[in-house]
């Protein structure tokens, strides 16, 4: 499976934001879905590259395959950098998306906050099938929280997140802008330029 880069997600809607950053590139991309019996992987650190080497190294164990792995979190500024790494499970293990954004707009009109400044961050990991981590990156998008979710697009807290330089949420933007200015777009541009830069699949 030396021309196969498995997508260490079952989020779909994180898969297809992917294929669309790295279609170009000379691999057959796969994800988790089309793998049987891998188990899931304990994000259990306390950063984001923590989390993403954690994944690549046990997901290419599991699938004897390279692995790309990302962790991503939204840090808000009101609530003094949460919901950070613990982003997906801000409200709960099994709580949607939806109720994660609600949650995390109660929180900062809580703090009666003026103050909404918030980013995302990215860190993602590729790993070959030993499990060893031949690339590290990293991405930022710097912005605000919205009152309300805006749109449709994208997923997670995107209808509540305004890039700087913009007025419409992740949610509302055209895909192809999100794709060039998003902190997992500055992530996997880094990890696709380093696959392209070398004499891959190997």
């Known amino acids: 499976m030396s021309n196969t880069l498995v997508i260490a997600t079952h989020n779909r809607g994180k898969v297809a934001e992917i294929h669309k950053l790295l279609c170009d590139i000379p691999w057959q991309l796969l994800s988790l879905q089309e793998f049987d019996g891998v188990g899931v992987a304990e994000e259990n650190k306390d950063s984001y590259e923590g989390n993403a080497v954690l994944k690549a190294r046990y997901y290419a164990g599991a699938t004897r395959s390279w692995v790309l792995a990302d962790d991503s979190g939204l840090e808000v500024a009101a609530l003094a950098g949460a919901p ?119």
């Open 84 to 202: 950070g790494v613990l982003s997906a499970r801000y409200a709960g293990e099994t709580a949607s998306d939806a109720e994660r954004r609600n949650l995390l707009l109660s929180e900062i009109d809580k703090q009666g906050a003026v103050e909404r400044r918030a980013r995302f961050v990215c860190s993602a990991a590729i790993a070959d099938p030993s499990g060893e981590i031949r690339k590290l990156t990293e991405g930022v998008c710097e912005g605000a929280i919205a009152h309300e979710a805006r749109g449709d697009g994208g997923f997670g807290y995107d209808p509540i997140f305004i890039p700087n330089g913009y007025t419409q949420t992740f949610g509302e933007l055209a895909e192809d802008i999100k794709n060039q200015i998003s902190h997992r777009a500055k992530a996997l541009l880094q990890a696709r330029d380093f696959l392209l830069g070398k004499n891959w699949p190997a």
